[in-house]
């Protein structure tokens, strides 16, 4: 069976996590023998091994790549024995060729070791651990203390099976995934009279603690009470391993190179629920499993029921109340294919640093400067942290920020002072696995070759000196007051409430109105909506200084004072002389009106005291006549057009189908926490947070707030399983599927 059709096609995309057109490039015939997956664990990556279940998902898509578990997939492994090196009876389990380096046998990490010595294309780890050790231990009736020291030890254990590989010479080319299970079945195994009853499933539930609901005869007055009380069995244990998941996604977050997959309820939602009773609920009906980052639901499916008989494993005619059947673990495969092994197959290229250069002149006196970081790629999980500071001569240097996404970010530091000769000041890079790629490939290597800043020395007594330095000088703000005159009211750009040690006549309590130089008629506090007669006289820097903190609304008009009322400004606060609807000094790229009304940047005026003609603000302050600014701050006539807008913006080559790649260019929004506009890209669009200022994308109606949620995500979705969209007035969002 074609695990892509398109029956199912809607459920792999529902879960993919990040994306990246390079997982679209199928491999060469040539390679389709290639090994680059090793099966590390328990029956849940033996029986697959057995069955070829695994390797039948590779090859159905068409992957070119194979999966190898031949000494590394052993049933009825524990973590705790493979960080042991634990040697498993060479009788059960056949060793590998040869003399074990190991004085007692071939362990199990041992054999890991072989497998990837002799097969050197494997770069992906795939992880079936943990599940023993909790159904060798736990027991009903646990503490809350109990449970943590075995999910924690589980984690350790784990912890060292990764920390192993990774210790090789070539260790940090690995990727580690850690697969879940789906729901065991103690319902109908351990319901007596019913079809799917076996003692042996009755048996071990009784030893996990449990108290077996057993039917006094087969008439179903009997058997529906039992089968009700297993059934609460069941969820119980169902809730055990979901608990136990949150030690996973902690390594999941904490360690380089390994990520975690939720199996839970991955079976109900493909295949419904169907016992010997009947149908209880269809495929599709129940929460599919929670994925990354935030995992939610966890578990998912619903936890009342176990996985559905028909895809639990026979055994000699009874169901396996403890393994899937080969559907069941195919079912398994393509979900991790499709959140991880797509994008691990195609892309095994680590980015690097290219470089680190000097965005700012050498500094004449102490203070904030900029370098520029460059990627091979896009990257995410840079830092603060992932900096060092090469310093000479100089005092009290510090980074002080990170901004920046893709291939690009630029980091700030101050520069520190200098002694009695001049300081340098240089910035490296340095490798603590928290940087990767889109495919998680981690960054290669440290870099320290970018460019010095050199800082003059202070003499004392010169005019400008910087009189010592207090504590918070590093953040950007500086011992003494401006002189009257200079940087009238705040700095350019300053940031808004510098902090401690701000100018003088800012700080907390100053008297109102009294500021040397401050914004005349821009009072914090000051009465809402009746700011004083002639506040900004003719002639004065009117309303907002460039890039002011205290008192400046981002996208109000100038003049409007901090929390004054909407619509309320007192006669003569606009007096002649001001510019109409632009006033000298207004933020640039935060709600400045220029040309015809248009709004640019952050901070688009949104309805509320918006520019009426010629700069009087009265009711609502919507802006009227030209340029006026419509919806929730988007400026009409920029960016998309109405009345052209029948091509959806994740459609990239405008033919009304959704593709693979167009859609999985959106579940990287959806996955990456947002997105915002960037020119030069394949649609215009980037992921993260940034620049707002293009027309949000299709996708994002629900509510707009350049978020791509589940459900906006999942509409799009519709029309890649449909087969295309037309424009639809009167639709949720403008679009119907075909």
């Known amino acids: 069976m074609d695990l892509m059709n398109k029956s199912h096609r809607h459920v792999y995309f529902c879960v993919l996590i990040f994306v990246g057109l390079a997982s679209l ?93 002799n097969n050197p294309a494997i770069d992906i780890v795939h992880m079936s651990l943990g599940g023993i050790d909790l159904l060798a231990s736990w027991r009903y009736g646990w503490t ?31 990727r580690f995934l850690w697969v879940d299970y789906d729901y065991l079945n103690i319902t109908e195994t351990c319901t007596k009279y019913m079809d799917e009853y076996s003692d042996d499933s009755a048996l071990w539930t009784s030893m996990l603690g449990f108290t077996i609901g057993v039917p006094a005869c087969d008439s179903a007055e009997c058997v529906q009470p039992a089968a009700l009380q297993n059934l609460a069995n069941n969820e119980v244990l169902n ?65 009342s029921f176990g996985t559905p008989p028909p895809l639990m494993n026979v055994n000699s005619g009874k169901v396996d109340f403890l393994h899937l059947s080969k559907m069941g673990y195919k079912y398994i495969f393509d979900n991790c294919l499709v959140q991880y092994y797509f994008r691990w197959l195609a892309d095994s290229v680590r980015p690097s640093c290219t470089g680190i250069t000097l965005l700012s002149a050498n500094p004449a006196l102490p203070g904030n400067v900029e370098f520029s970081v460059t990627f091979s790629e896009p990257v995410a ?28 970010y630029t980091v700030t530091i101050y520069t520190g002072t200098a002694g009695a000769v001049e300081g340098t000041v240089r910035l490296d890079l340095m490798d603590n696995d928290t940087i990767y790629d889109d495919a998680d490939n981690y960054l290669t290597d440290s870099y320290t070759g970018g460019g010095v800043y050199t800082v003059e020395p202070v003499v004392e007594g010169e005019e400008g000196q910087w009189e010592g330095e207090y504590e918070g000088q590093a953040e950007g703000s500086l011992e003494g007051a401006p002189e009257e005159g200079e940087m009238e009211g705040l700095a350019e750009g300053e940031e808004e409430g510098s902090g401690e040690g701000s100018e003088e ?27 004083s007669e002639g506040s900004l006289e003719e002639g004065e820097i009117e309303g907002l200084v460039e890039g002011a903190a205290e008192g400046s609304i981002e996208g109000h008009p100038e003049g409007l004072t901090e929390g004054q009322e909407e619509g309320l400004p007192s006669e003569g606060l606009l007096e002649e002389g001001v510019e109409e609807g632009i006033l000298e000094g207004q933020l640039e790229g935060e709600g400045q009106v220029e040309g015809e009304g248009q709004v640019e940047g952050e901070g688009q005026v949104e309805g509320e ?36 807008i029948d091509v959806h913006s994740a459609d990239q080559n405008g033919d009304g189908i959704i593709d693979l790649s167009e859609l999985m260019r959106v579940i990287q929004f959806y996955t990456s926490g947002g997105y915002h506009c960037q020119a030069g890209t394949e649609d215009g669009y980037a992921p993260g947070l940034g620049e707002q200022t293009c027309s949000p994308h299709s996708s994002d109606y629900n509510v707009q707030d350049w978020l791509i949620n589940l459900t906006e995500l999942l509409r799009l979705i519709q029309f890649y399983n449909l087969g295309g969209y037309y424009v639809c007035e009167g639709s949720e969002d403008g679009y119907c599927p075909n």
């Open 239 to 303: 809730h055990v391993f979901g608990r136990c998941a949150l030690k996973k996604i902690h390594m999941h977050q904490t360690h380089p190179g390994v990520r975690y997959i939720q199996n839970f309820g991955n079976v109900q939602y493909r295949a419904g629920y169907t016992d010997s009773f009947g149908t209880i609920f269809e495929a599709g009906t129940v929460p599919f499993p929670g994925m990354a980052p935030a995992f939610d639901p966890l578990p998912g499916g619903n936890p």
């Open 25 to 117: 490039i199928l491999m060469p015939e040539a390679a389709a023998s290639t090994k680059r997956i090793v099966l590390v664990g328990d029956s849940w990556v033996r029986s697959p091994w057995n069955s070829d279940a695994f390797q039948e998902v590779l090859d159905d898509n068409e992957t070119g790549a194979a999966v190898e578990g031949a000494y590394t997939a052993i049933g009825g492994t524990a973590a705790f024995m493979w960080a042991q090196n634990y040697v498993p009876d060479p009788g059960d389990w056949t060793p590998p060729p040869g003399t074990s380096p190991n004085p007692a046998g071939w362990g199990l990490l041992d054999r890991l070791d072989y497998t990837l010595d």
């Open 609 to 644: 005291g918006q520019v009426e003609g010629e700069g009087q603000v009265e009711g609502e302050g919507q802006v009227e006549g030209e340029g006026q600014v419509e919806g929730e701050g988007q400026v009409e006539g920029e960016g998309q057009v109405e009345g052209e």
């Open 144 to 174: 809350a203390e109990q449970e943590e020291a075995l999910f924690t030890q589980i984690e350790e254990d784990v912890r060292t099976v990764v920390d192993h590989v990774r210790a090789r010479a070539d260790g940090d080319r690995y």
């Open 381 to 408: 999980g840079v830092d603060t942290d992932d900096f060092a500071l090469a310093v000479e001569g100089l005092e009290n240097s510090a980074i002080t920020g990170v901004s920046g996404s893709g291939r690009e």
């Open 505 to 531: 006549g800012v700080g907390e309590g100053a008297e109102e109105g009294e500021l040397e130089g401050s914004l005349e008629g821009v009072w914090e506090g000051e009465e809402e909506g009746l700011p």
